[in-house]
């Protein structure tokens, strides 16, 4: 991660860095939720490049209840679809 995005401080080395992909709306919410719940256990950082920000476990958290009211009012509006 370091390498691939120089300009960013991680705030320390850390030994592990994971990845997250997601391709639907309600994997969005699911893997937040995992994020948080993660962060809340260490000392970590999440890392959105979509907004170029670190974030703590409490923000995490708070993106999480996001993308789960996203996916809500999105499956409310279209119908429950996965592949949105």
Not at 30 to 36: E, L, M, N, P
Request: hydrophobic share 50%; aromatic share 14%; glycine share 4%.
């Amino acid at each position: 991660m370091a390498e691939t995005c120089p300009e960013t401080d991680f705030r320390g080395p850390w030994a592990y860095a994971y990845a997250f992909y997601i391709a639907t709306f309600p994997a969005c919410a699911g893997t937040w939720i995992a994020i948080a719940a993660a962060l809340r256990l260490s000392t970590g950082v999440a890392f959105d490049p979509q907004e170029d920000k670190l974030l703590t476990a409490e923000a995490a958290i708070r993106y999480a209840h996001e993308a789960v009211a996203s996916t809500a009012r999105l499956e409310a509006q279209f119908g429950r679809n996965t592949s949105l």
